[in-house]
């Protein structure tokens, strides 16, 4: 069984500058530090910059639909834990603070490990709530960004 502090999921990718741009322009993200080098040149970076969300996308693997669990989740999150009596799940939220930019080409190498794991009761009775810390950094070790994710587990 997983513990607190066990890490449960790495994964690294690449940020290339035409998925993360058709990923903006799909969820209306127009922003021209994105797009336009001379406009991020002006604002003191290098070359046009990873939209922060995105380091999420880049390194996620493709799953295909008859593979996802009974959630419609890949399992990627969760990693090896599992709560055969709290199949159910939910997000129960997410946190992120961003660092430092991702470039194209930029290797960006995820890992999470477990923060916390509740047990509570409430109106509907016994849940689980598990929190997981990510760290995603790039092939430096520069930390780009922190996420805080937690999840709920109920019964069927």
């Given at each position: 069984?997983?513990?607190?502090?066990?890490?449960?999921?790495?994964?690294?990718?690449?940020?290339?500058?035409?998925?993360?741009?058709?990923?903006?322009?799909?969820?209306?993200?127009?922003?021209?530090?994105?797009?336009?080098?001379?406009?991020?040149?002006?604002?003191?970076?290098?070359?046009?910059?990873?939209?922060?969300?995105?380091?999420?996308?880049?390194?996620?693997?493709?799953?295909?639909?008859?593979?996802?669990?009974?959630?419609?989740?890949s399992g990627a999150t969760t990693g090896s834990l599992s709560f055969p009596r709290?199949?159910?799940?939910?997000?129960?939220?997410?946190?992120?603070?961003?660092?430092?930019?991702?470039?194209?080409?930029?290797?960006?190498?995820?890992?999470?490990?477990?923060?916390?794991?509740?047990?509570?009761?409430?109106?509907?009775?016994?849940?689980?709530?598990?929190?997981?810390?990510?760290?995603?950094?790039?092939?430096?070790?520069?930390?780009?960004?922190?996420?805080?994710?937690?999840?709920?587990?109920?019964?069927?």
């Amino acid at each position: 069984m997983a513990r607190v502090g066990s890490v449960v999921a790495t994964a690294v990718g690449e940020v290339s500058r035409r998925d993360w741009q058709r990923w903006a322009a799909a969820v209306g993200d127009h922003n021209p530090l994105w797009f336009e080098p001379d406009y991020a040149h002006a604002h003191g970076y290098r070359d046009i910059i990873c939209p922060p969300l995105f380091l999420q996308y880049a390194i996620l693997g493709v799953t295909r639909l008859d593979e996802l669990r009974s959630d419609g989740s890949s399992g990627a999150t969760t990693g090896s834990l599992s709560f055969p009596r709290a199949p159910r799940r939910m997000a129960g939220g997410e946190s992120t603070t961003f660092h430092g930019p991702a470039y194209h080409h930029d290797q960006v190498k995820l890992v999470r490990t477990i923060e916390s794991i509740v047990e509570k009761r409430g109106k509907s009775g016994q849940f689980v709530v598990v929190t997981w810390h990510a760290e995603y950094r790039n092939q430096h070790a520069e930390l780009l960004a922190e996420a805080t994710t937690s999840m709920i587990a109920r019964p069927a």
